[in-house]
């Protein structure tokens, strides 16, 4: 993948170095690669084997560790399926509330819209909308101002992130929020400050961004509910996948490139679920790319097994599918918490229950959420130890520590 291949001399010190700075738009500092993640077409396998093909461990460390905070926040949420179903619930409570509360609503629509007054935050939601993507330290402030100084729901907020982020990830991005609100690491909350923003926003095109009136303090937010952990239940690999069977691409695993499958299938179906992302309108950019990386991927690996694809749209019957070819099981990528499970578990279900749906997991997900289960420390501790177990960049690690 080019911007794979284009990022990957920066993968090093200078990511380390710049990293933090939002260059706006146009900024080189940074990956941009996680839509591609998000969307399954690259797996964080293949951008960690890229990123130790030309750099130390210890010069990329700092981009190992970012890429692995996705799989921590993956792996954290599998375990506590309730955060996600609390955040919908939440959200739809509020959604609900603008009905009877027209100055929250029109706040929320001058937050939206980039009418706020305070110039950094505008320009970051006029962002959003024309390009379908935020920097990480833009994210942080964004959700800080909009949860401590406008005093907006945080749902609302990682709505309208799941809205228009095109990598908008049920994951990273709930409990992103949530640690910006205090509620991921209980207590700890981020607070934006109009030095650091501007200290870090110099590089961009409208920049150094003011950021005037912001709040003096961040107290957590807090929630009634308690989200237990629940043990983890990781299906079994590839060596369960049957001699017939249909291979089923969706939103977060649009390629069947990452798939290490053993044999081909004997057809593709694809599943482009974008729009149940959010109960409100979703954005194009969002739309287009979830629309076509699930197009492009199902034609794909239609070509490379040489066999039969076909779309499974939304108000389609996947049974009234299987019925046409006869085939009776499926394999799929691991389907995690978030709304393309919610949008197509109801009709995998059946097929779960008769074990005849195959889920695969990635061996880096295999080898990382087991320490998922509470602070991301937990994951930086053994991520290298992952990698080998998974056997990513084993040689090179071996080399380094030789
Ligand atoms: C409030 C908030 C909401 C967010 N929502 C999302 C989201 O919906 N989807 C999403 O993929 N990321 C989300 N992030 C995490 C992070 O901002 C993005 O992953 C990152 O900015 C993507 O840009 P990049 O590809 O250039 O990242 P790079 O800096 O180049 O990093 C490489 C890869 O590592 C991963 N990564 C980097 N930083 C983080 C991080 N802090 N948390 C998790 N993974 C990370 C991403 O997959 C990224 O593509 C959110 C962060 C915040 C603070």
Redo the contacts with the bound molecule.
Sequence with gaps: MSQLAR?TPNMGRR?ANR?NHDEGKAGGN??????W??AGVVS?AE?LQSALGQHSPEAAEK?IA??F??I??KGYLEQRPSIWRAFCDQRDAALSCFESDPVTHGLFEQATSGQTGIQAFDNWARELGETG????HA??W??SIWIFTLKLDWTL??DF??RH?I????A??TL??R??AGLHTKGKTYLARPDNIAQYTQSHPDGPLLARGLAQDAPPLTEPEKHARRPLALPPGANTIPQTYALLLHDEAASHVPFDLPHPPALVISAARPDDRSPRQIGGLVRDFAMQSVQHGGEAAAETFGCPHVGWQSGNSLANILADTKLNHIVTSYLPMGWTRDALWPELAPLADKGSLIQLTSALERATWPHAKAGFFGVKKIMYKAMREAGVAARQLELFEA
């Design positions: 990022f990511y990293r940074v990956s941009r690669l996680s839509p993640l998000h964080e951008v981009f970012e890429v905070w996705r921590y926040f993507y935020l920097h990480n994210r942080m964004f959700a907020g990682a992130f799941l982020l990598d908008g990830d049920a990273s991005n992103s929020w640690w910006i």
